[in-house]
């Protein structure tokens, strides 16, 4: 009995003297650290239901400390996305979000950021080098830039960017000078087509009629064009002639249906309005906010469903399946204000929406 007990020992001893314990072993994967709540990045997977901020504390790239101007969707992948930055260049995921890496773009303040619909790879961004506003393009995925159009001195910024997603050719571009240029051979060469009163901070352009163009001034003034920006009208003063017209004021943001032509969208500090003619007459959605206390700040409508809106006033989302009859809401405890949500073409369940201060 001795000799077996003197045996026992030797075998336990080893393993007492090296810490071990015969209890089963802690699980080598530990669990990942909670999210950050003051991330400037949000994802939704389920059509803006819920909104997920899944950014770790513990990565290199601390997304709560940017600001978020722009944002592009890939029109090939749901999870590519790129995030123009104020101060910041741009931010890119490949994965929806789970993580970010920044390009090789240096520059201030990037307001327009917008994708070739027919390739992926071709990117256009404005941006400020040397403290003048310039575009660039890539054409690999945000690897490489060359610049494509320059203000003529120090101080006008690129503040608006669109591609033409019937005729990726086409591109249209705002100054804070109060210029809109065109360029209709990929940015090769521009052409001055209109000069506002005030910068003009949106353009939106009819996904099924690329000659039908919209464009929202900072001084709230709506224009249209029926001939691709060879003549502009004020569709502000029009709407206050008609009477059966809800008045256009105080409205900076347009969106355009994607399915349906003549469909559009105004948004601001007069809350939301509605335009099923292309601009001729307007009716006003009510929301549950008021805009003049938080104004509308960002519109996005779903690609495969007219009735889904979704939009973003002060640090709440608010979205609808009705057309904008009934909104349910999603609160964000952060500092900053929604500036910015896409939906991604490809699948719609799938959105990305964006903070700034």
């Known amino acids: 009995m001795r000799k077996y007990l003197f045996l026992a020992v030797l075998i336990l001893a080893p393993m ?5 314990s ?14 950050n709540p003051n991330n400037s990045l949000w994802t939704s997977t389920d059509a803006g239901k819920t909104w997920i901020n899944n950014f770790p504390l513990n990565q290199k790239v601390d997304i709560s400390k940017v600001d978020v101007l ?14 123009g930055l104020k101060g910041a260049g741009i931010l890119k995921t490949d994965n929806g979000g789970q993580d970010w890496s920044y390009l090789n773009f240096q520059s201030e303040k990037v307001y327009g950021l917008d994708i070739d619909p027919k390739d992926g ?67 090769v060469s ?4 209109y000069t506002s009163s005030s910068p003009v901070l949106k353009v939106a352009i009819d996904r099924l009629d690329s000659n039908l163009i ?41 969106e355009t249906d994607p399915s349906n032509s003549g469909w559009l969208y105004a948004v601001g500090r ?14 006003k959605i009510e929301i549950l906010n008021n805009p003049q206390n938080f104004p509308v700040k960002t519109l996005a409508v779903n690609p495969a469903n007219s009735k889904e809106l979704i939009y973003g006033a002060a ?10 009859v009934n909104w349910s809401t999603f609160q964000f405890d952060l500092a900053k204000n929604v500036n910015v949500i896409k939906y991604s073409n490809l699948d719609p369940t799938q959105l990305y929406l964006g903070f700034s201060k």
């Open 315 to 324: 640090q709440a989302a608010y979205r609808s399946v009705d057309g904008g």
């Open 16 to 20: 007492v003297l090296a810490g071990c």
């Open 190 to 193: 521009w052409k001055n087509i």
């Open 70 to 83: 722009s944002l592009a969707v890939n029109p090939f992948d749901a999870k590519n996305v790129f995030v």
């Open 121 to 187: 790879r071709i990117i256009y961004a404005s941006g400020v080098w040397q403290k003048r506003g310039k575009i660039f393009k890539s054409t690999d995925s945000g690897e490489n830039w060359v610049e494509i159009y320059t203000t003529p001195a120090n101080g006008p910024l690129v503040i608006s960017l669109v591609i033409d997603k019937r005729s990726p050719n086409i591109i249209y571009a705002t100054t804070s000078d109060n210029q809109v240029i065109k360029s209709t051979d990929t940015g």
């Open 214 to 254: 919209y464009m929202a001034t900072q001084s709230g003034i709506i224009f249209r064009s029926k001939d691709g920006g060879k003549k502009f009208e004020d569709l502000s003063s029009q709407s206050q002639r008609d009477k059966k017209s809800q008045n256009i004021r105080e409205v900076t943001v347009i």
């Open 22 to 35: 015969l209890t089963p072993a802690a699980p080598a994967n530990t669990p990942p650290p909670p999210p």
């Open 270 to 283: 007069a809350g939301m309005l509605k335009s099923s003619d292309a601009g001729k007459t307007w009716s």
